[in-house]
T-cell receptor
């Protein structure tokens, strides 16, 4: 069964450093998303991406964040200068070309720890 | 704006007990409704979904019915098992909008005692 994969599973970084979180969505999917979950809190939407551009972004997704689909398979989230409060689990998701509101398939997440 | 409210946890039950986790929503459009489950140390898995009023989603013995009149999508299971211990998230996605981000509730942690 096809699945969304994410690497690394755990990333530890120093405050102020750049990190890139990687995702491989399901191959025929066209819509891509990043969410995050701060420990013990709810899952929050960061950004959606379609047709090589951002469709929507939350207020969390400020200038320190960027997304890219550098090739036909990867979807990346970059944080330019990490802050302590960026420590969270980051989930990538994708869905196919169907109706809006269809099922999004989530990856296993990358746990980011900023020291 | 759209939002989801679900009952606070943790919920602790004995094995074979009946489970209800309440969820209500606020939406301006015609949302799809979901229950996601997060087992310890793992990511989010879709448990069940419903896309229109009166639809019933079901999976692994869990059920939830899309009630437009009460804007609710309560999760139920007739007989829980220890392996059901996890965090359950009620969620919605606005089907009328291409920007269909998922909005999650805060999650309900469920502990099942043997």
């Amino acid at each position: 069964e096809p699945e969304v994969t994410q690497t690394p599973s755990h990333q530890v970084t120093q405050m102020g450093q750049e990190v890139i979180l990687r995702c491989v969505p399901i191959s025929n999917h066209l819509y891509f998303y990043w969410y995050r979950q701060i420990l013990g809190q709810k899952v929050e939407f960061l950004v959606s991406f379609y047709n090589n551009e951002i469709s929507e972004k939350s207020e969390i997704f400020d200038d320190q964040f960027s997304v890219e689909r550098p090739d036909g398979s990867n979807f990346t989230l970059k944080i330019r200068s990490t802050k302590l409060e960026d420590s969270a689990m980051y989930f990538c998701a994708s869905r196919d070309h169907g109706l809006a509101g269809g099922e999004q398939f989530f990856g296993p997440g990358t746990r980011l720890t900023v020291l | 704006g759209n939002s989801v409210t679900q009952m606070e946890g943790p919920v602790t039950l004995s094995e074979e007990a009946f489970l209800t986790i309440n969820c209500t929503y606020t939406a301006t459009g015609y949302p799809s409704l979901f229950w996601y489950v997060q087992y310890p140390g793992e990511g989010l898995q879709l448990l069940l979904k419903a896309t229109k009023a009166d639809d019933k989603g079901s999976n692994k013995g869990f059920e939830a019915t899309y009630r437009k009149e009460t804007t609710s999508f309560h999760l139920e299971k007739g007989s829980v098992q220890v392996s059901d211990s996890a965090v359950y998230f009620c969620a919605l996605s606005d089907r009328g909008n291409r920007d269909d981000k998922i909005i999650f509730g805060k999650g309900t942690r469920l502990h099942i005692l043997p």
